[in-house]
Antibody, heavy 120, light 111 residues
Framework: GQLVQSGAEVKTPGSSVKVSCKAS????????FNWVRQAPGQGLEWMGG????????NYAQSFQGRVTITADESTTTAYMELSSLRSDDTAVYYC??????????????WGQGTMVTVSS | QTVVTQETSMTVSPGGTVTLTCASS?????????ANWFQQKPGQAPRALIS???HRQSWTPARFSGSLLGGKAALTLSGVQLEDEADYYC???????????FGSGTRVTVL
C-alpha cells in the first residue's frame, strides 16, 4: 500500500487548508484514515480519523470545530481540512492508514507528510 | 484532556538494553489501550514497530519487544544497534471516546 499526499502549502492566519492523501494498493473500503501532525521540533499529535465505508469521522477534542476529515471512495482519496489557521498550526501533516476492524492504532502505512506553513 | 507521558530521553550503549515506558493520565495502561509503538528518524515519517501492546510488525526486528509493566506500556530494545537511534512514540487507544493519544516521545541516543 502507498499513501501520497499533496504538496506543501503556505497560508495566512485565519484562512483554511485542505490536504489530500491518495491511497493505492489494497481495498480502500477496508481502511480507516487518520491524520497526525507534527510541529517543528515537537511530537506527534493525533487529529482525527475517518472510516470511508461508513463516513464516520472522529476528531481529537483539541481540534473539534476546526477540522473536517472526509474521504472520496471514487478517487480513493482522504482529505483533511483545517480552518481558522494560526501560526501554531505550522506543522507537517501526515495521513496514516489502519485496517477497519483490525488492531486499533496499527498505523502500518504513512504518507510522506505535507508541510503547512501559516504566516502573514 | 488525556495526557500520555514518556521519558524525554534515554541513552544506551551499543549492544545494551533499554526500556521505554508510556503512562496514561487516566490510570493504568491495560491491554484495552492496544498500545502501539512507532519509531521516527529525522526527516522521515513515523514507522510502526509494535501493535496491540506486544505484536511486532512483519518488518520489526526481534530485538524490539512490547509489554505492560507496572501499569504502563513498555518498549524494550535489546542488543541495541547504532541504527536504533531515533525518537520513539507510543500511541494509546481510548475506546470510550474512540480517540487516540500519542505519547510525548522519547529520544534514544546510542553511544
Amino acid at each position: 500500500g502507498q499513501l501520497v499526499q499533496s504538496g506543501a502549502e503556505v497560508k495566512t492566519p485565519g484562512s483554511s487548508v485542505k490536504v489530500s492523501c491518495k491511497a493505492s494498493g489494497g481495498t480502500f473500503s477496508s481502511y480507516a484514515f487518520n491524520w497526525v501532525r507534527q510541529a517543528p521540533g515537537q511530537g506527534l499529535e493525533w487529529m482525527g480519523g475517518i472510516i470511508p465505508v461508513s463516513g464516520t469521522a472522529n476528531y481529537a477534542q483539541s481540534f473539534q470545530g476546526r477540522v473536517t476529515i472526509t474521504a472520496d471512495e471514487s478517487t480513493t482519496t482522504a482529505y483533511m481540512e483545517l480552518s481558522s489557521l494560526r501560526s501554531d498550526d505550522t506543522a507537517v501533516y501526515y495521513c496514516a492508514r489502519e485496517v477497519v476492524g483490525g488492531t486499533p492504532g496499527a498505523f502500518a502505512f504513512w504518507g510522506q507528510g505535507t508541510m503547512v506553513t501559516v504566516s502573514s | 484532556q488525556t495526557v500520555v507521558t514518556q521519558e524525554t530521553s534515554m541513552t544506551v550503549s551499543p549492544g545494551g538494553t533499554v526500556t521505554l515506558t508510556c503512562a496514561s493520565s487516566t490510570g493504568a495502561v491495560t491491554s484495552l489501550h492496544y498500545a502501539n509503538w512507532f519509531q521516527q528518524k529525522p526527516g522521515q515519517a513515523p514507522r510502526a514497530l509494535i501493535s496491540s501492546t506486544s505484536h511486532r510488525q512483519s518488518w520489526t526486528p526481534a530485538r524490539f519487544s512490547g509489554s505492560l509493566l507496572g501499569g504502563k506500556a513498555a518498549l524494550t530494545l535489546s542488543g541495541v544497534q547504532l541504527e536504533d537511534e531515533a525518537d520513539y512514540y507510543c500511541l494509546l487507544y481510548y475506546g470510550g471516546a474512540q480517540h487516540y493519544v500519542f505519547g510525548s516521545g522519547t529520544r534514544v541516543t546510542v553511544l
